[in-house]
């Protein structure tokens, strides 16, 4: 993928979605994909490799995402929203 990593990563309602800017310096940002909840997702954070995303939803989950396909890695639950997600920033 001829893409520059200059990445943006928001959440709107129930979806993550993960943008790219292109390499032609024209300031131009293409999705690169995205990825789904069951409710609202108030938090969305990049591993420090920036080879992982996790989201947290008040569907009671956390969920990794692979930042560049967006391919579902893993989903925790927990008996509450979760409102904050981090990596630590040893990976």
């Given at each position: 993928?001829?893409?520059?990593?200059?990445?943006?990563?928001?959440?709107?309602?129930?979806?993550?979605?993960?943008?790219?800017?292109?390499?032609?310096?024209?300031?131009?940002?293409?999705?690169?994909w995205t990825?789904?909840?069951?409710?609202?997702?108030?938090?969305?954070?990049?591993?420090?490799?920036?080879?992982?995303?996790?989201?947290?939803?008040?569907?009671?989950?956390?969920?990794?995402?692979n930042a560049?396909?967006?391919?579902?890695?893993?989903?925790?639950?927990?008996?509450?929203?979760?409102?904050?997600?981090?990596?630590?920033?040893?990976?």
């Amino acid at each position: 993928m001829n893409k520059t990593y200059k990445t943006t990563l928001f959440s709107f309602l129930v979806c993550v979605f993960v943008l790219v800017q292109t390499t032609n310096g024209q300031g131009q940002l293409d999705l690169l994909w995205t990825g789904n909840h069951g409710n609202n997702v108030y938090s969305v954070s990049f591993s420090p490799d920036g080879s992982k995303v996790v989201s947290g939803s008040d569907d009671n989950t956390l969920k990794v995402w692979n930042a560049n396909t967006g391919s579902l890695l893993w989903t925790g639950t927990h008996n509450s929203y979760v409102r904050s997600v981090s990596f630590s920033p040893d990976g």
